[in-house]
């Protein structure tokens, strides 16, 4: 596997267990809950435009 690609799966990982703990709190934060959704999107759209690029190469 491509370090990046690894990277970039930790990356998302972490986000998506930051989001989960926010969302079980007893009152989540909405803003941060936001943040870490937008957080999450733009790193699974990094990993699909890294598979797509690797895929054409």
């Not at 972490?14 to 934060?29: H, K, S, T, Y």
Request: net charge positive; glycine share 6%.
């Amino acid at each position: 596997m491509h370090p990046r690609l690894y990277r970039l799966i930790e990356v998302h990982q972490r986000i998506d267990r930051a989001l989960r703990d926010e969302q079980r709190r007893g009152r989540p934060d909405p803003l941060r809950v936001t943040q870490l959704n937008k957080l999450k999107l733009r790193v699974k759209d990094l990993t699909g435009r890294f598979l797509r690029k690797g895929a054409l190469a």
